[in-house]
């Protein structure tokens, strides 16, 4: 009876295999795994997930931004590219001034700036560039400042324009030359970069034209510092010791090694010579001009360079929001492309340095000298003149002991050890070249960074106002 009401209790239905699972199956795979049903991450992986996806959806918005800024631009002024040229011209071109960044090894950040951000515009509109770059601070306003003297002499007569070596037909004259760097243009990528280019104007349209040469001058005037002179003998009263005359400088024959350093001393009396035959311009060619003629018209380029742990959150803000760098790239060569121009906005007042650093802190001087004023702030305490002083007196102090060694060495007083066979120390004359080598670093890094420095405001000349132009962003009515 009990098995009967058993047996006709209520059967559970069984779910139908599909033919695919039933084969499934027979594969090995577990029959648990076809039962689990699909369900939310736990918490920990939907934060994960959401992060993740959120900063990789991010970057790929970021850089696709960029590509249609940069195409946008580009279709732009790509018509300019197509238009053809006579067989003797030549096509548009623009120099390009890219300064270092102070506190930045890498001198050639400004440059790759521009290659990244300006140059594919200028290169869809067939626009020709060169790239001018200054290794330390300080350099490419030297180079600024010689560029104009050498303009000047040659305006004067006192020298020769340049020419190729080899005649080629159809070469430009010095006015088409002059004329096509008009029509192209001057491209300053960075405040520092603007800084320094009107350090140089300002001294190449100011001081002398005398072509004097930086390193020969400051040789002469290590020669005179008495950093290698011989030191002083003891002075000694018998003149006979043991038996046998003391061995003194008057009494000793001429060295063989005398003739190694008697050419030490030539290079002073070598450069007076020529410093001296250089200074022959009459003072009525010498004399600052009253006015000066114009110049290739003005690119301001923004540039920030993030450098040290604590800009670290702005290198990030940065890689994520590149559209925002191609943008103004883009915008600044539209700008030069196109060739909408206006005056340079000359600062408010006609103050002096010291004046102006004291009525108006911050360096702010009025108009384009204040081009890009904040990027000053992010290497301020980059470079200290503490840092050279430091160098400097390391250095000093251990050269005593190095000369020694080197004129011990030469005169054959001691034998060399076994250190000094394998690894020679420096010689006298080696030690004089590392000595002006590292002096012309510490002058130069001293006095690129007074130009440079934040609060320090850029230099500027009345008669630049009629001279100076600067590339400006087209209207809404031009650009249609």
Known sequence: MSSQNVDSGPKTSQVPKSGARAALEYTGIPPSWFDKRPKLPSRNWL?????????????????????????DYSSRVE??????????????????????WPGDEDHDKSLKFFRKYVKPILVAAAVDYEMVSGRRSGDLANRIADEIKTRRRVDAGLESPSQSPIPLPNQPTLEQKRKRELEGGIVLVGRHTLKEFMSGLKRGWTESMDRADREDML????????????????????EVVDGEPLPTRSRLPPSQNAALFSPLQMPSSSLSKSTQSISNIPAYLDTPPSTIPTLPTLLLVPFTNHIGFRQVPNMLWGFFNERHKVRAGSKAAYSLVMSHMRP?????????TSEVQDSQPGGRRGGDLDFDLPAESYYDGAYTPSETENARKMYYDALPAKLATARALARGTRAPTKEEDS???????ELRAERLKKEMRWRGDEAGWEIVKPGQPAQ????????????DEPRADDVG
């Open 47 to 71: 934060i994960f997930l959401s992060v993740t996806t959120s900063i990789v959806a991010y970057y790929v918005y970021d850089r696709r931004e960029c590509r249609r800024i940069r195409a």
């Open 219 to 238: 040789a002469q005037e290590l020669a005179s510092d008495g950093r290698f002179d011989e030191p002083e003998e003891p002075v000694i009263d018998p």
């Open 423 to 429: 690894h020679p120390p420096p010689t006298e004359v």
């Open 344 to 352: 340079f906005a000359a600062p408010n007042t006609t103050v002096t």
């Open 460 to 471: 500027w000349d009345e008669r630049f106002a009629d001279a100076l132009q600067v590339f």
């Open 79 to 100: 018509h300019l590219a197509k238009d053809p040229l006579g067989t003797t011209d030549l096509p548009r071109k623009v120099t390009v001034y890219g300064a270092k």
